[in-house]
């Protein structure tokens, strides 16, 4: 009797062992492609219904499903406040790490983070990086009926105290950081107007002559004003990109006319650029692999090429591993860091 | 411009355009009819098949959508003194006093034929102005704003209600509490006491709701106003709403200048139907023969508000479209919508795509004319509800109240506001202070705020010349010296 129950606790054991094995087998499957099939993932936008972030997030939400094995459903979820910040803090610490949660990284997270916003709660480099749309760049440029119409002529007008009226959104925005920048690397004086609610309010000044010029990204400023550039309304003095813009192909880069002392600081203004999606820290590597991956398929899609022209933004695609690795170096750069903190303060 | 006319035309009166404008009219009033919920939400839930659509069909029914939201949400202002929107504001101030008084079927019959025709108005007077619309605009620049901001909040603050001091009063409680978060400029936050809930102000759905709806609600099942919501009057026939008919043809003078005031007011950026409502009713107000009814449900407080916002509607889709600037947050999302169309708003709109542009303007008579039709086909039978008992009513009215607070920004700070502002509501209202100043201080406030940095910054002390802010700063004062009058003429006949 006893080996009898001797032999059946072994029988028993063993065959609790095996269905174990198995049944981590099955779940290791589930945490390859077969996890998303039947799964919602969430898109965290960082602002209200409308506007250049939800558009991304909408853009996503459109194309991304098809290319992720499994096709799972894609919502979007609108958490506005603080400039995307309040997003950034729910999906770093709230939202469910298990590739389920994606969120739009606002640009200004960047400048916080170097300003040491005590009400951030996360740490920008520790979010696992999906990719960047577009790493847009900027025209700076100024209505050409002023004598600013090159760095030249507005260092000439510094010396006799005057200096071209900028206008910007918020402190944080590109539109106020570009010109700062710029006043940092090429030793110009710029008097920059922020405060603005929108784009279109800062060109309906810049129409009245309210205002001397801006920093426009690129894309919205031929989506929005191509009869300006057409009508020579304006003049572009500089485009913060890397390359030029083959459109405006006389038009120079920031690179090509910084002092070389200053060219380390200009690494930091790309840094800064492009339309970004993340997710929290602590997702499995195989599904953060397969949703990078569905996200480089995305951008080579012919569907999504075209809504991203018919929001005037540009194509360029950074996967992300780079962005992951670019935002950790970014972070840990003093001097880039030292540089958004002087600017912004 | 002949052409265009032409070719809108053709595109507009099809069966599937119809269809698809109609329909928008039924899904937009539906929605529209829940306080706090409105054709926003409607968009962003539609958007991923909007986009889908042909670029004509698409702002075809976004029309039907937004035009309707204008018209729906005085019901439940009328009937329940709640209003559906902001923009319905204005009309709880005379409307909720005819339904006590059983007059909710004259109230919503003057009510909808006004928006009804205030929108055609609307949107005539923008097809007029759009060959000189840019020039207008650009002569209007933030000094203007600042002062128009200004006249709006004082109009109010001095013409509701019967004593201005308070109106005065409130109202710059209003403007305290619209500082609450970041500082547009610095991005300094202000009095968030490190929330960061409070870091974009506290969203205004919560408040309007604890101001307005909860002080009404706990009136009526306290038993201040009987057990029906109509307990003030018989319902007899001159509170039908063919009454409302014979009242708004009678009236039809002050329905054409409040739906110019609110076309006029609707183009300029951000100000909107927000303050168009309230400068016509105070306009009324100033204008009407024997002013000791309003508030106490005058039909004249009715019609000047309803037609003002329907026809600054039309004056928000000739600024979206014309200059890519939303003058509402609903504006924000058709224009993303319409970039994803391939259509960005702008100079384009008057040139490239005006037909496209005429196609709005057909949607939004004709959207104007079916939502008419629609809410006056059931205004009888929502007029039946004033005579519901409210233990009916409150159970209903109460969780939707609270769903709409919640859906602000989906955070328990949402229904904490609506309960914090409750109590300041119910204070507010047994002690007689005015309540829309309030509402209307805390709309304003960032325009007011952005526009006058903006204005000393560009202009220093210059703008104080410019010949329209003179006009303007005229009007305040006249507004501010007829305040005062009215009110020593009724303290002397008390």
């Given at each position: 009797m006893e080996s009898k129950n001797f032999r059946n606790a072994v029988v028993a054991t063993l065959a609790l062992a095996i269905g174990l094995i198995f049944s981590l087998r099955y779940a290791g499957a589930q945490?390859?492609?077969?996890?998303?099939?039947?799964q919602t993932i969430t898109i965290i936008a960082g602002?209200?219904?409308?506007?250049g972030t939800d558009s991304l997030a909408r853009l996503l939400s459109r194309h991304f499903s098809k290319h992720i094995p499994g096709n799972p459903k894609l919502v979007v979820s609108n958490v506005a406040g603080a400039a995307g910040l309040i997003a950034a803090n729910n999906l770093y610490n709230?939202?469910?790490?298990?590739?389920t949660a994606i969120g739009t990284m606002a640009t200004g997270l960047t400048f916080r983070t170097a300003l040491r916003?005590?009400?951030?709660?996360?740490?920008?480099?520790?979010f696992t990086y999906l990719g960047q749309i577009a790493s847009e760049g900027n025209f700076v440029y100024v209505r050409?009926?002023?004598?600013?119409?090159?760095i030249e002529a507005i260092k000439k007008a510094n010396k006799e105290g005057k200096k071209p009226k900028f206008g910007a959104q918020a402190k944080e925005h590109n539109s106020n950081v570009v010109p700062m920048a710029m006043e940092a690397i090429l030793g110009i004086d710029v008097d920059v107007v922020y405060g603005y609610p929108g784009t279109a309010e800062i060109l309906l000044d810049i129409e009245r002559g309210a205002l001397d010029g801006r920093a426009h990204a690129r894309g919205s400023l031929f989506a929005t004003r191509s009869n300006w550039l057409e009508k020579n309304f304006i003049k572009v003095?500089?485009?913060?990109?890397?390359q030029r813009d083959s459109r405006l192909p006389n038009v120079p880069t920031l690179e090509e006319i910084a002092p070389a002392d200053k060219k380390p600081l200009l690494e930091a203004m790309y840094s800064v650029q492009g339309r970004t999606f993340a997710m929290p820290p602590g997702v499995p590597p195989d599904r953060t692999k397969i949703l990078r991956d569905a996200f480089a398929a995305m951008f080579k899609d012919k569907e999504f090429q075209q809504d991203v022209d018919k929001l005037g933004w540009n194509d360029e695609l950074i996967r992300g591993e780079q962005l992951n690795k670019k935002v950790e170096d970014l972070v840990h750069n003093e001097l880039a860091m030292g540089f958004f903190r002087k600017i912004l303060q | 411009m002949l052409d265009a006319v032409v070719t809108a035309t053709g595109e507009i009166f099809t069966f599937s355009r119809m269809a698809w404008l109609f329909g928008g009219v039924l899904l937009g009033s539906v929605i529209g009819?829940?306080?706090?919920?409105g054709g926003r939400t409607t968009l962003a839930i539609l958007l991923p098949f909007i986009v889908k659509m042909d670029p004509a069909s698409a702002l075809v029914l976004i029309v039907g959508i937004h035009a309707i939201g204008n018209t729906a949400d005085t019901i439940p202002a009328i009937?329940?003194?709640?209003?559906?929107?902001?923009?319905?504001t204005a009309t709880v101030m005379d409307g909720f006093p005819m339904a006590k008084k059983g007059e909710a079927e004259r109230a919503m019959g003057a009510s909808f034929l006004s928006s009804g025709i205030g929108g055609l108005i609307g949107a005539f007077t923008v097809l007029a102005t759009i060959p000189m619309i840019r020039p207008l605009i650009l002569t209007f620049g933030n000094p203007e704003f600042f002062m128009t901001a200004i006249l709006a909040i004082v109009m109010i603050a001095l013409l509701t209600g019967g004593a201005p001091v308070k109106g005065l009063i409130v109202g710059g409680l209003g403007l305290l509490i619209g500082m609450?978060?970041?500082?547009?400029?610095?991005?300094v936050q202000r009095?968030?006491?490190?929330q960061l809930y409070l870091s974009d102000g506290i969203p205004l759905i919560p408040i309007a709701l604890g101001i307005f709806a909860i002080p009404e609600l706990i009136d009526m099942t306290l038993g201040a106003t009987g057990t029906?919501?109509?307990?003030?009057g018989p319902i007899t026939s001159i509170s039908t709403k063919w009454q409302g008919v014979k009242d708004v043809a009678a009236h039809w003078w002050l329905l054409v200048r409040s739906s110019f005031i609110g076309s006029w007011i609707g183009i300029l950026p951000g100000i909107g139907s927000s303050s168009a409502i309230w400068l016509a009713y105070g306009h009324a107000v100033q204008s009407g023969?024997?002013?000791?009814?309003f508030g106490k449900g005058d039909v004249r407080g009715v019609i000047a508000p309803e037609a003002a916002n329907n026809a600054s509607d039309a004056g928000d889709w000739c600024l979206t479209l014309a200059?890519?600037?939303?003058?509402s947050a609903t504006m924000s999302l058709i224009m993303a919508a319409m970039l994803l169309l391939g259509l960005t708003p702008g100079p384009k709109m008057l040139t490239d795509h005006l037909h496209l542009t005429l196609v709005i303007v057909w949607s939004l008579v004709l959207a104007n004319l079916m939502a008419t039709g629609l809410c006056f086909a059931f205004t009888r039978q929502l007029a039946g509800?004033?005579?519901?008992?409210v233990h009916y009513l409150f159970p209903v009215l109460i969780v939707l109240i609270f769903l709409a607070a919640y859906?602000?920004?989906?955070?328990w700070g949402d229904l904490v506001a609506l309960l914090g502002f409750s109590v300041i509501g119910v204070c507010m209202k047994r002690s007689g202070w005015p309540r829309p100043p309030l509402i209307v201080g805390m709309v304003l406030q960032r325009l007011a705020e952005t526009y006058f940095f903006l204005t000393t910054k560009l202009y220093g002390y210059s703008w104080l010349t410019r010949p329209i802010v003179i006009i303007l700063f005229g009007l305040t004062v006249w507004t501010i010296v007829h305040a005062v009058r009215r009110h020593s003429k009724a303290k002397a006949r008390a």
């Open positions: 945490s390859g492609e077969s996890f998303f099939k039947g602002s209200s219904p409308g506007g709230r939202a469910p790490k298990d590739g916003d005590p009400a951030l709660k996360f740490q920008l480099e520790k050409s009926e002023t004598p600013f119409g090159s003095l500089v485009v913060t990109s890397p | 009819f829940v306080p706090g919920i009937l329940f003194g709640i209003p559906g929107s902001t923009s319905a609450i978060g970041d500082a547009p400029q610095t991005g009095w968030t006491f490190d029906r919501i109509a307990a003030g023969k024997d002013k000791e009814n200059f890519g600037i939303p003058g509800i004033t005579k519901l008992p859906q602000s920004t989906a955070d």
